[in-house]
């Protein structure tokens, strides 16, 4: 769901502003990534889908068969473009079934095809809690309190084969799980269902609105005990924040920490409690407690989007890659410029955020487009035969040295513009792949450590700061974004221990430039964005 209904004027004017210092876009992650279509999958458009995979077999329950929702009861979620059926694909083919939910009765369908569940799969179960929808008894448009358990091995069998599949299925009604547009995700034994909204009726342009909406505010841990016939919930706890949490429609995913921890890491989301622009503080959820980066502010890709997750764990760099979706900033690449926009449009960008094992978090944007406007309320669907962490986290450090297939982008909404423009269910699934650079890091690991810009963006000067760990000869040079060397830095023989070096910018063109330093312990290069 992407408006919110707290008009204000400023949300239908565009203001474009040059990026300037409160900016952090550093240095380029340690792999390249390259995306292909799939040609003749023939698979429906969806989004907003719940997800569940076993072998070559994927399953899809749920969401919309539309494009973004309209602001009008008439166009916000018209019944007719719900997903109504469980649809399974093939892989090694591209070849889907489809089994209706009409089979089922309407309290168990319903809640199964409705929008914006947060989901999880645990091991041979596919758990989705509450969702938007139609209420075929009650007649009016709900957020289901409901906790759906679906087998999903049976269900796929049962799907492809034709058969019934209500056995597959199991429910129970929990006024917790009233929920919608927030994530669900696991720590060890725990769940957390983390952010959303409770949103009841249509949606209606003012002075007569016939919803309600009542933001979660919370982060809601708890146990699924589930013997495979009976399911409870239990030592359900809360950690509410009335400022910070109240989110929805964000981006949770898994995250590996420096210590080798798993954890949860959430970005983005809306609406300001003051204001109809998205949140930019990355929230770290752990084990041990939730903490709010407010250190940071996230520019690119605040709504759901196809997030890829990978880890280094020789640098212990954390690196997620957010697929285009809707942004408060989006890079010009005909300019070279990365702006603002209030309407937060649909870009095309991909883009890495790179959390460094110091505790600094940077934005990249990639050299690398999306073909169209996609990516909104996509999947990413992770090649579950590369290297990866049992959390889904991609492991870098045991990826071969050539191009990898690390997964796919499925579904998600294809926006014709970038602004309140049509849009339809994305039908296209595409390869995404890998080349991890192993040599990445050397420096780190052995003379030149803790490198930084800052201030990055720059206007008149920025400062390079970084750490020798022992005595060697480094040369820094400035390049433009196709090489070309525009700047000797310093060539000097640095002896051991903190070092920072001025950088004069005042004369460079407004855009992005590479510093690169070298030593025989390897090369680091690292973006510096100029705004005047």
């Not at 696991?186 to 342009?205: Q, S, T, V």
């Not at 702006?339 to 990249?364: L, Q, R």
Request: glycine share 8%; with cysteine; hydrophobic share 35%.
């Amino acid at each position: 769901m992407k408006n919110n209904f707290k008009k204000i004027t400023t949300l239908f004017f565009i203001v474009l502003l040059t990026l300037r210092a409160a900016a952090q876009f550093g240095q380029m992650p340690p792999f390249t990534l390259s995306i292909e279509a799939i040609s003749g999958t023939n698979i429906p458009g969806f989004h907003s889908f719940a997800f569940a995979q076993s072998g070559d077999k994927w399953l899809i329950i749920g969401g919309r068969t539309n494009g973004l929702h309209g602001l009008n009861s008439n166009d916000g979620f018209p019944a007719e473009y719900k997903n109504d059926k469980v649809i399974v694909i093939d892989t090694t083919t591209w070849t889907y079934y489809s089994a209706d939910l009409n089979q089922l009765p309407y309290s168990i369908a319903d809640p199964m095809r409705s929008t914006n569940m947060q989901y999880i799969q645990d091991g041979n179960y596919l758990y989705m809690a509450g969702g938007f929808g139609y209420d075929t008894v009650g007649d009016h448009y709900v957020t289901f309190p409901t906790l759906t358990a679906i087998h999903i091995n049976n269900m796929i069998n049962a799907v492809i084969n034709a058969q019934p599949i209500a056995s597959s299925i199991r429910q129970v009604v929990d006024t917790n799980m009233r929920t919608c547009g927030g994530d669900l995700g696991k720590i060890g034994n725990n769940f957390y269902l983390c952010f959303g909204h409770d949103f009841e009726g249509r949606y209606a342009d003012p002075p007569v609105p016939i919803f309600t909406q009542q933001y979660s505010n919370r982060i809601k841990k708890f146990n699924i005990n589930d013997d495979g016939t009976t399911i409870t919930l239990s030592g359900m706890t809360y950690d509410s924040d009335t400022t910070n949490y109240h989110r929805r429609d964000l981006n949770v995913g898994p995250v590996i920490r420096p210590d080798g921890s798993f954890a949860l890491q959430a970005y983005g989301g809306v609406f300001q409690k003051t204001q109809n622009l998205p949140y930019r503080e990355p929230i770290l959820i752990q084990a041990s407690g939730t903490t709010v980066n407010n250190s940071y502010q996230q520019f690119m890709s605040q709504y759901t989007c196809a997030n890829i997750p990978a880890f280094d764990s020789v640098n212990a760099n954390m690196y997620s890659t957010f697929l285009g979706g809707i942004s408060l900033y989006d890079y010009n690449p005909g300019t070279n410029a990365v702006v603002a926009d209030t309407n937060v449009p649909f870009i095309s960008d991909i883009t890495t955020m790179t959390m460094h094992a110091a505790g600094t978090t940077e934005e990249t944007v990639l050299p690398l487009q999306l073909t169209g406007l996609l990516g909104a309320n996509a999947k990413f669907v992770l090649n579950e035969n590369v290297a990866h962490y049992v959390n889904g986290v991609i492991n870098l450090r045991q990826l071969p040295a050539t191009r990898v297939l690390v997964g796919y982008m499925l579904g998600g909404i294809r926006a014709q513009t970038g602004n309140f423009g049509s849009s339809t269910a994305n039908d296209s699934i595409y390869r995404i792949y890998f080349t991890y650079d192993h040599t990445s890091g050397i420096d780190e690991l052995t003379s030149i450590g803790n490198v930084t810009l800052y201030p990055n963006p720059a206007s008149q000067s920025t400062t390079l700061l970084f750490t020798m760990k022992d005595a060697e000869k480094v040369r820094v040079t400035l390049t433009d974004i196709t090489g070309k060397e525009l700047m000797l830095i310093a060539e000097e023989q640095f002896q051991k221990g903190n070092q920072k070096i001025t950088v004069n910018t005042s004369e460079l063109a407004a855009g992005i430039y590479i510093c690169k330093m070298e030593s025989k312990s390897g090369e680091k290069v690292i973006k510096l964005v100029v705004g005047k």
